[in-house]
């Protein structure tokens, strides 16, 4: 992991408006942001740990632990949510066996929602790993996330 | 080679592409046509063209706007005009190189219209159909025309003819010609364009900074997206104008890290720039230096509110500070900054490049110009559209859009998100303008219209906007960030049965007391969804609180459904949607619903091709058993 994080810390010059990036990027690195790169980047930046953890916990995109191979967020902007935003997310909740913001023991699948997508027009939508899936119901859910009537709850 | 030069050249091979005798196929690749598997359908002709020794062109472009029949694929084959198909999969595409392209039947029957305004074999002129023939599409012209990711098309349609003629005239003239359009901010708050770069103009210091908001955090809304992957040089273009006349050196994109195609096209559109010297020193020879760097949002829809955003930019949290000293004074790094959404600078690219007469052509008194909106929701044509302001709301909804899905009675249309409120049917030959929308107690926002039909409850929509505020708030002001809490909690109160008349009188007190007491434009807007609801559907709030009663099913613990013997044709269609098991019901005989194991979920209402699942006129005390 240290080689990774100076690898990535050496490309910047450690100023304040950096710090949101430098985040991003070690988010994308690892899934999330170990409790070690947050001291890092902290002497880097050369800024009190809690600074890094203040901007860190503002912004909803970072995380604390890692996530699953396949990133779910189901999308509760309101075009999904006047389509059934709602049951798409049960559904998903159902389907994966875990709730929003949670990762499944095999370290498949995580589940979090998001505030809109952009693919309003076809909602409901969701989102594994950067794809769009669009006009989710509960049989293109199933499909979409692989959990056929075979597979276990 | 100069810039003429290569337009000159770029326009012959436009010009060539559409005289060539091959045929040409565009794919629409935006994120909305992806996400309903236009890459699937872009493989098939990659694959199946050469394979079948067909030598066409095939173009990935943008988007036409037309969610709801996405993938969009075009066709020209010579000496036909192009042809656009709607709703093409893999299958249809094979369908439409063996039908079309090999046996020269054009598939008349996929079609949605053709280009030009001829009619071809029974297809009408796209331009004709009724989603195209209100709209006045500017913004959008080149979004699903051109190839995004080339240069020279955005080149060949007029493209930094704007700057050339903006760094010819000067920068006090480039403000003038945005001031005699009347141009608007189109991010929200509407305020002219022009004197918001005066200010920042005037301004003392040479250091200024240029913003463009591309944080769109209206969800619901992805008008600012569709550009920035169908066009991306033009916001580029209109930045550089913008940064000319106030006298910016230095410019950020702040983009959504939701958008990832968009940033990518973004990105890709600043190299193009940089290398044909539209960026960085000297451009074009006239001593003016301009940079572009993009930075990602992290998710915090308060991000999009200007000093926020600013604070964001600088490395903080993203909170908002109050205003005077307005950032056109002194913004990021407390230098002057001018902040402009997308629109707003793609607006003024055209503005120079056409005039502004030609800009104020259309739109109303006080609102120039046409405007794009997102139509979402419960309404058939979803997409992204652009009309003339002033356009009504039913000529929107109705002509346009389609009107109601499934053609369900018309309930209410959210305009301006969050921030925005809730219009009724009565209201719907309401002027599509800033002030029009105000007056009707909502706003304009940046273009979300998401449209409801009568199973949308509006208590529990007014619970879904409180929710996202409160969750959004940033918790810098007591009223935003207490206020939005207790209004949550009453409205979910309501939801649950648990609601009294007094509490939608304390709904509205409330709800004005944190417009007033808000530092931002978040909590100063947060309760209108609200008051709203409560201005035009205050029966449904009393429902829930006397009745006990959610009309439209939406609301669980006021909610009971039955299914109507008389329209029931035991199709069992309810029983197979229905995730617990609670309908009982013997094929083509009357189904029943188990109340006791009934969780309300509404998918055997939403699955009943009949309308047989309804909601119980007043809640049955007498259990409903199979
Ligand atoms: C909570 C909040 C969120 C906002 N979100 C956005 C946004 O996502 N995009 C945007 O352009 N403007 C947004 N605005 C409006 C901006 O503060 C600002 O008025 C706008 O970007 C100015 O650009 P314009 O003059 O070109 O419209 C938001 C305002 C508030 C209060
Ligand atoms: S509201 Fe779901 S994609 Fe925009």
Sequence with gaps: MEERLSSI?????????????????????????????MLEIARFARVPESSVYAIATFYTQFRFTPIGKKHVMVCRGTACYVRGASRVLETVEELLGIKEGETTEDMEYSLETVACIGACG???????????????????????????????? | MSLEDTRANAQQQWQALQDSDKPVILVGTATCGRAAGALEVLDVFRDEL??????????????????????????????????????????????LIEGYLVNDDCQAGMALGVLGDQGLEGIAPLLETPVFKHQVRRTLARCGVIDPSNFDHYLAH???????????????????????????????????????WQLCREAPGDEKYLVCNADEGDPGAFMNRSLLEGDPHALLEGMLIAGYAIGAETSYIYCRAEYPLALERVRMAIDQAKQHGLLGEDILGSGFNFHIKVKEGAGAFVCGEETALIASIEGERGMPRSRPPFPAVAGLWQKPTIINNVETLAGVALILQHGADWFAEYGTEQSKGTKTFALVGQVKNTGLVEVPMGTTLRKMIFDIGGGVLGDKPFKAVQTGGPSGGCIPASLL????????????????????????????????FARYFLDFAQKESCGKCVPCRLGTKQLLDILTDITQGKGTTEDIDLLVELGEAIKMGSLCGLGQTAPNPVLTTIRYFRDEYEAHVIDKRCPSGTCRALTQFVIVPETCTGCGLCRAACPVEAILGEKKATHEIIDERCTRCGACREACPFGAVTVAEAKQDKQLSG
């Excluded at chain 2, 988007?63 to 709703?87: H, M, S």
């Excluded at chain 2, 030959?429 to 449209?451: C, E, K, R």
């Design chain 1, 122 to 153: 076809l909602s409901p939508c969701i989102m594994i790993n950067k794809k769009v899936e669009a006009k989710m119901t509960r049989k293109r859910l199933t499909d979409v996330l692989g959990k056929g009537e075979a597979a276990e709850a």
């Design chain 1, 9 to 37: 810390l050496s490309s910047y010059e450690g100023k304040r408006e950096e710090l949101i990036p430098i985040l991003q990027q070690i988010q994308g690195e690892f899934g999330y942001l170990p409790e070690q790169a």
């Design chain 2, 429 to 460: 030959d309401t002027p599509v303008d800033y002030d029009s929308l105000a007056a009707a107690g909502s706003i304009m926002g940046s273009g979300g219209m998401v449209v409801m039909d009568e199973d949308t409850c509006m208590v529990d």
């Design chain 2, 50 to 95: 050469p394979r079948r020794g067909i030598d066409a062109t095939i173009v990935e472009v943008g988007c036409l706007g037309l969610c709801y029949v996405e993938p969009l694929v075009c066709i020209t084959k010579p000496p036909r005009p192009g042809i656009c198909y709607t709703n093409v999969t893999p299958k249809k595409a094979v369908a």
């Design chain 2, 158 to 196: 007029d493209g930094y003819a704007g700057l050339t003629k903006a760094l010819k005239v000067g920068p006090e003239q480039v403000i003038e010609e945005v001031k005699n359009s009347g141009l608007r901010g189109r991010g929200g708050a509407g305020f002219p364009t022009w004197r918001k």
